[in-house]
């Protein structure tokens, strides 16, 4: 039984069973993590429009936080796609990208968003990444990293033009100055994306066909993105690129550790980045919940939401007042931190601890660094993002959800990344309210001589016109009461004999104070046409509603019987 402490501290549980073979696996995860994230920290800086700094400060005080409060093992924090490209459209709403503003901007936004997520726990609000359907999700990650590719191609062909706030506006820019694209600046990408490509699918077998062990070649095959910005660096300064060809580079980036300060504090500054925050934290507690669970799992181990959003909320606010912007539980990342072999979060501190060596000695090394490769390591981490088998797989499964889909992409395309979050979450919801309002209700009947009813059009079955089964497969509340009403007196229009209705409840889980008055009304109404309403296969919670109020005794001489069986047994000797 943890203690206490270890209930908020879980790695005070982990280090008490500490080995060193386990602090092995955590240095080499953390190590492995720390190369990946430096070229990667600067890249997603690079799509929110901020200085390469602000990418790598976000993996060090958040990650020493997370590593502290985190329930999951492998779970990497830090910048991520998504929500930088996220940061990038509200943030340059309130200010001028490369400005001081901008950069205090995204800061307050970390602030904000830790703050979300706090409070989101104590309102024990975690359930509203439920409203994000996979369908949505899908629809938002595709369009959001078609969003992100498109947003870095200026940098891959050496263009100069202002970000724009849509798709369509990057997509104009992007064909208006296309003609006038740097022919040194793209032979420097597409070199440094074979590199990765080649680094990802080809390097790990070679090397271990040269006799490297398995470790060793996957491990050296993550720092694809290193290496590719080791050769654009070597080629800007073997061939002064920069200054014959007019590629562009990084430049000077500040060494040192960030200083902690305090952020200013206005109410409608505040307020107007409160909706980008909610959306950045549901999304990136959504992503971090999700890979955390799927990496537990493999452990059967179990990470707990709540403290998540508190881990996650502290590690933002760390993030706000360590010159970083909103961080989360990155996928790739943590796939690789799991790969690596991390055994509990001691690797996030190596991680963190790399970065921070990184900006206190490295970050001369990255001054001739060509944006065209941090672009190319941007659009390499999103493509697969566009899950073109998912999409498929969604329309041949249910056309609903792909329309959910589809609509949900298509407003992220248009109108920007939260109007497409939220119209993808809005439709979800309306959808699922049509669905349940028009519910599936089933004529059904005796199989053979079993006890097993089925749906008269699906199955080759036993019926009694003295006695109809009625099967209702949903939950009765107020926005269906009616179709289901107009639905059961049509079917037994159709019954001139009957005298028994069996209503079939083994579908229903909750009876609301709407549908209760329409079942009573239905019980009148049948009285009247001389037809005794029955109920069948009720469940424990219903049931329970119903003896709290009179419906029992006014369906009286209908019965409640304990399966469809024994009620048409009984009734009908069906």
Not at 165 to 176: D, I, K, Q, S
Not at 346 to 368: C, E, H, K, R
Request: proline share 5%; aromatic share 8%; hydrophobic share 50%.
């Amino acid at each position: 039984m943890p203690t206490r402490a270890q209930r908020v501290f879980p790695i005070l549980g982990w280090l008490a069973d500490y080995r060193r073979d386990t602090l092995v696996n955590d240095v080499l995860a953390g190590v492995i993590v720390a190369i990946m994230l430096v070229p990667q920290g600067m890249a997603y800086a690079f799509l929110a429009g901020l200085p390469p700094q602000m990418g790598l400060y976000a993996g060090i005080i958040p990650l020493f936080v997370y590593a502290l409060l985190g329930s999951s093992r492998s779970l990497a924090v830090g910048p991520v796609a998504i929500a930088s490209l996220m940061v990038g459209e509200a943030v340059s709403q309130h200010a001028e990208p490369g400005t001081e503003l901008y950069m205090v901007t995204a800061m307050v936004l970390a602030l904000l968003v830790g703050l979300v997520l706090l409070l989101m726990f104590i309102l024990r609000l975690g359930s509203l990444v439920n409203f994000l359907s996979h369908s949505v999700i899908t629809g938002f990650t595709a369009a959001a990293a078609m969003m992100i590719a498109f947003s870095q191609l200026k940098y891959v062909f050496g263009l100069d033009f202002p970000r724009g706030h849509h798709f369509y506006e990057t997509l104009n820019n992007l064909t208006v100055n296309l003609p006038d694209f740097n022919p040194a600046t793209l032979g420097i990408a597409l070199i440094a994306g074979f590199i990765m490509w080649y680094s990802k699918k080809y390097l790990g077998p070679v090397l271990q066909k040269w006799g490297a062990s398995a470790l060793l070649a996957g491990s050296v095959a993550k720092a694809g993105p290193m290496f590719a910005i080791l050769a654009g660096v070597g080629l800007v300064v073997g061939f002064d690129l920069n200054n014959q060809q007019g590629v562009k580079i990084v430049g000077d980036i500040p060494a040192g550790l960030p200083a902690l300060s305090l952020l200013p504090f206005e109410m409608d500054w505040w307020l107007g980045l409160l909706p980008a925050a909610l959306l950045i934290a549901l999304v990136g507690f959504l992503e971090s919940v999700s890979v955390g669970t799927a990496l537990a799992s493999k452990r059967r181990e179990r990470i707990r939401p709540d403290k998540e959003l508190v881990a996650l909320g502290f590690a933002n606010i760390g993030a706000a007042f360590g010159g970083a912007y909103p961080v989360a539980g990155g996928f790739g990342r943590s796939m690789v931190n799991d790969a690596s072999g991390a055994q509990t979060t001691v690797a996030s501190v190596i991680t963190a601890s790399g970065l921070a060596l990184t900006v206190l000695y490295f970050t001369p090394w990255f001054y001739y660094l060509p944006k065209a490769v941090l672009g190319v390591i941007v659009i390499m981490a999103v493509l697969p993002l566009i899950d073109l088998s998912g999409i498929k797989n969604t329309w041949n499964f249910n056309r609903a959800d792909a329309l959910t889909l589809a609509i949900t992409f298509a407003v992220v395309l248009i109108a920007g990344v939260e109007a497409g979050l939220l119209a993808g979450m809005l439709l979800s919801v309306a959808l699922l309210l049509q669905r349940t309002s028009k519910p599936h209700i089933a004529v059904v009947g005796r199989v053979g001589d079993s006890e097993h009813f089925r749906n008269v059009k699906r199955f080759e079955v036993k019926t009694n016109p003295c006695c109809l089964g009625l099967r209702i497969d949903e939950n009765l509340y107020f926005a269906n009461t009616r179709y289901i009403e107009d639905e059961v007196m049509a079917i037994i229009s159709e019954q001139p004999q009957l005298q028994h209705l069996v209503l079939i409840c083994n579908g229903i889980s909750f009876i609301d104070a709407s549908a209760l008055e329409t079942l009573e009304m239905m019980v009148d109404n049948l009285r009247e046409s001389g037809i005794t309403l029955h109920l069948s296969d009720v469940k424990g919670p219903v049931m329970d509603q119903l003896r709290q109020t009179d419906f029992l005794h006014r369906l009286q001489p209908g019965q409640v019987y304990l399966s469809t069986h024994e009620a048409m047994r009984e009734l009908c000797d069906l």
